[in-house]
């Protein structure tokens, strides 16, 4: 459904905000990320299973990186438990332990490289390559590992696209609606419209909805944004 190619991050202090947020933006969206802040909150499953009640789908962001077994233990018990998407860090045996026991219906998205990371961070993390050559190496590998899909900011998605294809999932945070220029922590920034044209199949939007005035009038604008996004997707692809 197009109107999922949104998800909306519940980046609020508690479940009652989370679910408060959802029932506030209504038919907007119907795809939740539920992060950190609200698993240090408490009542994290409780939560997700209420949205998924409630007919939501739900994206659980807890970025998993431990040893392979302990990834593997989380992994299981996160299945069957109505969540949609699940990330990992991108290390081949972290990926390939979530991928093997992530059950029929959730999916293992692989972090390539933070959206709020630059080249001088990457430095600091002793990564001595450019953004692009880590995202698309590590995304090849999560392929291999048996992954779904990637987390990956806009500017790589081209990149991504003509060297995978589109065997691989790929989700987008980094957003930045154009008639918003606030960029918060977020250093690889791209619109709504132009994260899908150039192929992404969702977006990740936090601030720029639930910070704004009015959260459902700024997911609609998104939503009409990533419609736009996908005519200029097809446009592309048509033939001349
Ligand atoms: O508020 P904003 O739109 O910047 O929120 C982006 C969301 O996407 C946050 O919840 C953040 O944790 C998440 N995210 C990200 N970059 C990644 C993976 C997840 O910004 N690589």
């Given at each position: 459904m197009s109107r999922d190619r949104l998800i909306v991050a519940l980046d609020v202090p508690a479940p009652s905000d989370a679910l408060d947020l959802a029932d506030q933006l209504g038919d907007a969206a119907g795809f939740y990320k539920m992060g950190m802040q609200l698993m240090s909150a408490g009542g994290y499953m409780g939560l997700a299973e209420e949205l998924a009640r409630r007919g939501h789908k739900v994206f659980a962001d807890l970025k998993l990186f431990d040893v392979p077994a302990t990834v593997a233990a989380a992994v299981r018990g996160l299945r069957d438990r109505g969540i949609e998407f699940l990330t990992v860090h991108g290390n081949q045996a972290i990926m390939e332990a979530a991928a093997n026991n992530k059950g029929a219906r959730m999916k293992i998205l692989a972090v390539?490289?933070?959206?709020?990371?630059?080249r001088g961070d990457l430095d600091d993390l002793g990564f001595d390559c450019e953004i692009g050559e880590l995202v698309l190496s590590r995304a090849r590998r999560a392929l291999e590992a048996g992954c779904d899909g990637v987390i990956a900011s806009g500017r790589e998605l081209p990149a991504l696209r003509q060297a995978l294809g589109r065997r691989l999932l790929v989700v987008t945070p980094g957003i930045r609606p154009i008639d918003n220029d606030e960029t918060h922590d977020q250093k690889r920034v791209v619109t709504p419209a132009a994260a899908i044209a150039k192929g992404a199949d969702h977006i990740v939007v936090g601030r720029p909805i639930?910070?704004?005035?009015?959260p459902r009038e700024a997911a609609l604008k998104i939503q009409g944004e990533i419609s736009r996004g996908l005519r200029m997707r097809l446009r592309r692809s048509a033939p001349n």
């Open positions: 390539t490289a933070l959206t709020s990371l630059d639930n910070a704004a005035p009015d």
